[in-house]
Structures are given as structure tokens and as C-alpha cells.
């Protein structure tokens, strides 16, 4: 039987204020997320509980929308570097024919940010080409996916993406 020929993703609007401090981008929302039309919504992917834990709030209990506010109340943005590919299944192996989102676009729409951390290696390489000389005085942070493909557990994922922290606004401050 042949191999089904990828399909083309597209990926979500950018979930940002004005007033976020850190843009965290992805590469291409996978299979569940697409489906489920919504950022991160494989059940095993670590980003809600990462970003609970970072902000203080009990984000995986609440409903997606409730969700982006908190996360955007906490100073934090969400993007993905590509805007469209094809792919067949979710690995950021398997994209093929990207088409980069507009970065610098948004970035220019964001007067509080002070940092762009890329979730994934993928989402690193392509957005560092992207941004190259755009944002000298940026900080940019490569962390390690929270994808449930990249085999890391929840408290050393946890441990690395806590260099956000300086970025986030925690409840109640």
C-alpha cells in the first residue's frame, strides 16, 4: 500500500497582548493540536504543565481559552516559526516545503518584549535564520521541546525552561 502523500498544515494565529515580555515559538502545531484547533493539545506534550509550574496557575485544569489568557496575563506569547508545511504525521523531521510565519512582523507589534524562546530544535534553527541581525538587544532562548517525542522527563524539561522566569509576571505580582 502506498504511502499517503503529506498533507499541507497551517498553522494558528499568533496568542499575544501587546504586553507579553516572552515569545515562545514553536515550529508547526502537530496532529492533535491541528485537530483540536489549539496550541499544545497532545495530552503527553509537557508545555501546560511547564508553564503552570513556571506561572504559578493551574493552567491544565482550566479550558483552553481561560488558558491563553493566563498565559498571555503572565507576560507570555505563543507563535510558531512556520506558518505552513507539509507533513505527514507530527515529527518536525517530517516537514517538508515550509513557509516561514512573519516574525519580524509581530515582533515589531510587541514595544514589551524582551525575549524569543524557541520550544524544539526545529523551531530554534528556522527562527535564529529568521531573526538574525533584527533583534540585537533580544534575548533569544533555545529550550528543549515539550514535545512528548523528545525523550525528557517533566522535571528536566521543567529545570531548563526556568530560565523564563525572569521574563514571566507570576500572580499577584
Known amino acids: 500500500m502506498p504511502t499517503p502523500a503529506p498533507q499541507r498544515a497551517q498553522g494558528f494565529a499568533p496568542a499575544v497582548t501587546p504586553d507579553i515580555r516572552v515569545l515562545i515559538l514553536g515550529s508547526l502545531p502537530g496532529?492533535?493540536?491541528?485537530?483540536?484547533g489549539q496550541y499544545y493539545a497532545h495530552p503527553r506534550n509537557s508545555f501546560w504543565p511547564i508553564m503552570s509550574a513556571l506561572l504559578g496557575q493551574p493552567l491544565v485544569q482550566?479550558?483552553?481559552?481561560?488558558?491563553?489568557k493566563a498565559l498571555n496575563a503572565g507576560g507570555v506569547g505563543l507563535w510558531d516559526v512556520l506558518a505552513s508545511a507539509e507533513r505527514s504525521g507530527s515529527l518536525d523531521a517530517a516537514i517538508r516545503s515550509p513557509e516561514a510565519?512573519?516574525?519580524?512582523?509581530?515582533?515589531?507589534?510587541?514595544?514589551?518584549?524582551?525575549?524569543?524562546?524557541?520550544?524544539?530544535?526545529k523551531s530554534a534553527a528556522v527562527g535564529r535564520k529568521i531573526l538574525k541581525d533584527h533583534l540585537p538587544e533580544?534575548?533569544?532562548?533555545?529550550?528543549?521541546?515539550?514535545?512528548?517525542?523528545?525523550?525528557?522527563?517533566?522535571?528536566?524539561?521543567?529545570?531548563?525552561?526556568?530560565?523564563?522566569a525572569p521574563f514571566l509576571i507570576r500572580q499577584g505580582q
Open 62 to 68: 482550566m479550558p483552553y481559552e481561560a488558558r491563553l
Open 138 to 164: 533580544m534575548e533569544l532562548v533555545d529550550l528543549p521541546s515539550s514535545s512528548p517525542a523528545h525523550a525528557r522527563s517533566l522535571e528536566d524539561k521543567l529545570a531548563r525552561w526556568a530560565v523564563l
Open 101 to 121: 510565519a512573519d516574525l519580524r512582523g509581530l515582533i515589531d507589534t510587541l514595544p514589551a518584549l524582551r525575549a524569543v524562546a524557541f520550544n524544539g530544535a
Open 31 to 36: 496532529v492533535a493540536s491541528l485537530a483540536a
